[in-house]
């Protein structure tokens, strides 16, 4: 029987582009009296990688990698993950809070290969489910180093942690009290244990991720006095002892005042326990949610101000309520890895749909970036074969899959030059992507490759057809 291409295709491949193809400029789009600006990376210097850089074939490089090159040879979509970037990102939360306990949320990426980036940065980690706390142990990560979180964690998930030894589990409901208890008089060990509590803060961010508040479906509430009532179980355990008290409020936050507001709660809590039970609260987590620039002209975090902010409120809450100041700890994962990564694409179909307005097509969507869909999440883009060309024409980012929802990006400033088989890059991918891929319509899940110093490696390989049968059973 003769063999059809379908036979030896493992693989989504990136193509060279027909010879005869429909580019951009061909559909008539009006374009606008103002050219932007040909500097596409200053533009986006805060949302790209450290190592963005522009060759002299005039492609985008990242980690001293061609991204052109790096789509022929790992395919698209392809996540690139810079790893100086990572490092950077790191080190400069680290010096911002010297005196911290500074825990990566890997809820945003996780692998084994960053495990071990995480651990020789020395951070710790906070791990959201089994799965997560699977990983890092199965990359050897010390379990001492580890927070366990969830709002409604299994018996085996709560057994393994314990008695894998993690540093910290948080509660998150008065029944975790005894099932956390028991878990640890079982394995004969005494376990730290956090309160996550529900400060009553709504931070100016989605809706979807506010934690914070009195609605949540997290955290212990303090208005009831459940967060009391819990530190006082905690208490008259034999097995376990009260470390600190949680609160993460939300994500993709960028102004000091919730976070500030959550400090004064958190004392009020502390200074409860304290009068109540006698209890000296020793670690007050804040939890993560800093925000990141994703599109041309988001500004960044001033880190070091929010830092002497949050340091100064820690003091000042401390004297006020007459209390040693406790460690500070906090978990952020976006602010980390968020920037760290691009996704690259190559284009396919541009369709346009009005006089003034058309759909640039890509070969990924909503399966390996639900964000947009979700949370209508903004990103920004480029064409990282045509840096130096200027971007002419606003349209429409679509992705592949079967959804009207499936736009990854919306006006988003191209040249007019863009056509099949050009690279599409889009920056600032690294937090709840990968992490929140799936296999919607079947489609294989991308690579993840680490480029440094002009070599790239591959840290979590791409999924194949066969991956997607490999569960399935015989009828």
Not at 112 to 129: H, I, N, P, W, Y
Not at 161 to 169: D, N
Not at 238 to 262: K, Y
Request: hydrophobic share 40%; net charge negative.
């Amino acid at each position: 029987m003769d063999r059809t291409p379908w036979d030896d295709l493992s693989r989504e491949e990136h193509k060279e582009p027909p010879t005869e193809i429909l580019r951009l400029e061909d559909l008539g789009l009006p374009k606008p009296t103002k050219v932007e600006t040909q500097d596409q990376l200053a533009d986006l210097k805060d949302v790209l990688p450290v190592t963005a850089e522009l060759n002299g074939l005039g492609h985008l490089t990242i980690g001293g990698c061609d991204t052109v090159d790096l789509a022929r040879e790992f395919g698209t979509p392809v996540l690139v993950f810079c790893e100086q970037t990572f490092r950077a990102r790191v080190r400069a939360f680290k010096s911002a809070f010297p005196e911290a306990t500074v825990y990566y949320a890997a809820k945003a990426f996780l692998s084994r290969a960053l495990c071990r980036l995480v651990d020789q940065e020395g951070l710790f980690m906070d791990v959201s489910t089994g799965g997560e706390l699977h990983v890092a142990l199965s990359a050897d990560f010390p379990p001492e180093r580890l927070i366990l979180h969830g709002n409604n964690k299994l018996d085996r998930e709560i057994s393994r942690a314990v008695e894998a030894g993690v540093g910290r589990i948080a509660i998150d409901n008065l029944e975790e009290v005894g099932r956390v208890a028991a878990a640890a008089t079982h394995a004969g060990v005494l376990q730290p244990v956090v309160l996550r509590v529900a400060p009553g803060v709504r931070p100016d961010t989605h809706r979807h991720i506010q934690t914070g508040h009195q609605a949540s479906k997290f955290g212990l509430d303090m208005l009831s006095g459940a967060a009391l009532e819990a530190a006082r179980r905690v208490q008259v355990s034999e097995s376990l002892i009260l470390a600190g008290i949680h609160a993460h409020i939300g994500s993709n936050i960028f102004s000091f005042e919730p976070f500030t507001r959550t400090i004064e709660v958190l004392f009020d809590l502390a200074s409860e326990i304290r009068s109540t039970l006698g209890l000296e609260i020793g670690e007050i987590n804040l939890g993560g949610g800093f925000g990141i620039p994703y599109v041309a002209g988001d500004q960044p975090i001033k880190l070091n101000m929010m830092a002497d902010l949050l340091t100064a409120s820690v003091r000042a809450s401390a004297h006020n309520h007459a209390m040693e100041t406790p460690r500070m700890c906090f978990e952020p994962g976006r602010f980390l890895i968020g920037n760290a990564m691009v996704t690259l694409y190559t284009v396919g179909v541009i369709k346009r749909t009005s006089p003034v307005h058309a759909y640039v097509s890509v070969d990924g969507g909503m399966s390996d970036n639900i964000r947009p869909a979700l949370y209508q999440a903004e990103y920004d883009a480029l064409v990282a074969n045509k840096v130096t060309e200027p971007r002419a024409n606003s349209v429409t980012l679509a992705g592949m899959h079967c959804e009207s929802g499936d736009l990854l990006a919306t006006h988003v400033t191209v040249p007019a030059s863009v056509s099949r088989g050009d690279i599409i890059a889009v920056p600032a991918t690294g937090a709840y992507t990968y992490s929140m891929a799936s296999n919607y319509n079947k489609k294989p899940r991308p690579a993840v490759v680490t480029v440094s110093g002009g070599s790239a490696r591959v840290m979590v390989r791409a999924e194949t057809l066969d991956d997607l049968i490999r569960l399935d059973q015989p009828l």
